[in-house]
């Protein structure tokens, strides 16, 4: 038997060494407990007690790294080889069959778990459609919060307020605790709706209204300039109202009261300064008279459009003068020059002033198959179903008021519940102070130096009482509950 030599000999001692070392580890590992799973729960103490080549790999190291401290049966062999390597005088060794051992099969990585992204066009789980943002970003905002502001009304605070905004501009708590109510269309003669000194009256008007929770809302305003001309504005407070309800919009397209005033008014709007039997001929057969009117009603149609784009369910009535002064020839004149720009958008109700003028004869009043309208107690028993009515002019007093100007708080309920019982489509609120008007309209200075007061948080709870007395309240969905239930008893 020939002798191994000494050099070759001492580097098989060696490798014997380093493989029973390798395999006494790893006998060690088999036998020791098994290694935590993901799904239990381990103790501080219990993972320090592990051999740091055994311990979980931390978060972001990759499953089945291998560890930097301990070598196992893989490592041991590759060692041999590069020993037996170091031999020049033998033949490349060749690997031991029972040396073979693979490597752990690293685990498949845990996917990782992607962080959930809202939806661009989600917003709180519901999509957004920003259809009523757009129409507000188009909006003026030169002076947020001022008087000129856009405000869209909120709730008011518990301390009476909404932070940053002036009294003026605040809406009255929510909504007035009751049901919704329909039947009739109510709010508000707002002819002063475009008067930037009217805005914090406006916003009063608006947001009570709001807080009524009237699904038919109603509005009237004057739009031939007489209280400004900020379309923009009017078409804000046409959004607001067009939420959850069917807005009956009325828009005058003349100045009929002011007329009648035409030696002595300020005011410069079109038409007012003439005289009235001139603009009843005039309006008939004069070219540039009648573009000029035909160029309001054109400017109706345009707030028409933008009410229907709103809601579809709104409702559009045109007026073509405030308390005309106009006999039946002259008005069915303007009626037809109105038709033609309004195109159908809108129905006609005729405003008249019977006996206004001198000379006039019944049949002036003549609405040519119109509805009408009116404003004072003494007409109202010639209304119909479907006329309509507001208060512009006479006004009314809340409890406790001193004051004789306006129709008492009794009167005003009696005339509401004769309006409803009687079919009449709308009912107007209106108040002088409202409008910084006078008793006597003669004396009634420009609208620009006027003062117009807007109502106590008190005084705008009597008129949402106003606002939905006697209309009918719609079933909720307790209430239909209770009714099935009552109906299923014996």
């Not at 390798?22 to 729960?41: I, M, Y």
């Not at 939420?243 to 300020?266: K, S």
């Not at 784009?309 to 106009?326: A, F, I, P, W, Y």
Request: proline residues 7%.
């Amino acid at each position: 038997m020939p002798l191994i030599p000494r050099k070759r000999l001492v580097l098989y001692l060696l490798a014997i060494v380093l493989l029973g070392y390798a395999l006494a580890a790893a006998s060690f590992r088999t036998s020791s407990p098994r290694l935590p799973s993901a799904g239990d729960v381990v103790g501080q103490d219990s993972v320090s007690q592990l051999d740091p080549a055994d311990q979980l790999p931390e978060r972001g190291e990759p499953t089945g790294q291998k560890s930097r401290t301990a070598k196992g049966p893989k490592e041991a062999k590759d060692e041999l080889l590069a020993l037996n390597a170091l031999s020049s005088e033998d033949e490349p060794a060749q690997p031991d069959d029972g040396l073979k051992a693979s490597a752990a099969t690293p685990a498949p990585p845990t996917p990782a778990v992607p962080t959930a992204t809202p939806d661009s066009g989600m917003i709180g789980g519901a999509r957004d459609d920003d259809d009523a943002r757009d129409a507000f970003s188009q909006l003026p905002q030169d002076e947020p919060f001022g008087t000129g502001d856009q405000f869209i009304g909120g709730g008011r605070s518990s301390a009476g307020g909404i932070a940053g905004l002036p009294p003026a501009q605040q809406q009255p708590g929510g909504s007035s605790g009751g049901a919704w109510v329909s039947g009739q269309a109510r709010g508000y003669a707002m002819l002063y709706a475009m008067q930037p000194q009217a805005r914090a009256v406006v916003e009063s008007n608006v947001a009570t209204l709001l807080s009524a929770q009237v699904r038919e809302p109603y509005i009237g305003v004057l739009i031939d300039g007489t209280f400004g001309l900020d379309l923009e504005y009017l078409k804000s407070i046409i959004a607001r109202l067009s939420v959850d309800r069917n807005l009956t919009l009325e828009l005058y397209l003349t100045n009929g009261a002011t007329q009648r005033n035409y030696e002595g008014t300020p005011i410069r709007a079109p038409f007012v300064n003439l005289n009235p039997a001139v603009f009843r001929a005039k309006i008939k057969f004069d070219p540039a008279m009648q573009g000029e009117f035909s160029a309001i009603a054109a400017r109706a149609r345009d707030i028409f459009e933008f009410s229907a784009q709103r809601n579809s369910g709104n409702q559009h009535l045109v007026t073509v003068m405030l308390e005309d002064n106009l006999d039946v020839s002259a008005y069915r004149k303007m009626r037809e020059l109105a038709a033609q720009q309004l195109d159908g958008s809108a129905t006609f109700i005729r405003s008249p002033c019977p006996s206004c003028i001198a000379g006039d004869r019944e049949s002036d009043a003549d609405t040519a198959g119109d509805a009408r309208e009116e404003h004072g107690r003494a007409l109202f028993g010639e209304l119909r179903r479907g006329d309509g009515f507001t208060l512009d002019g006479t006004g009314f007093r809340y409890p406790g008021d001193s004051s004789t100007l306006g129709i008492s708080p009794d009167e005003i309920k009696a005339l509401i519940t004769a309006g409803n019982d009687k079919g009449l489509r709308y009912f107007g609120l209106w108040r002088h102070a409202w409008q910084g008007a006078k008793q006597n309209s003669r004396d009634n200075p420009h609208p620009d130096r006027r003062t117009y007061v807007a109502s106590l948080p008190e005084q705008e709870a009597f008129e949402i009482e106003l606002l939905r007395l006697g209309l009918a309240a719609e079933p909720t969905e307790d209430s239909e509950e209770s009714t099935l239930l009552m109906g299923t008893n014996p």
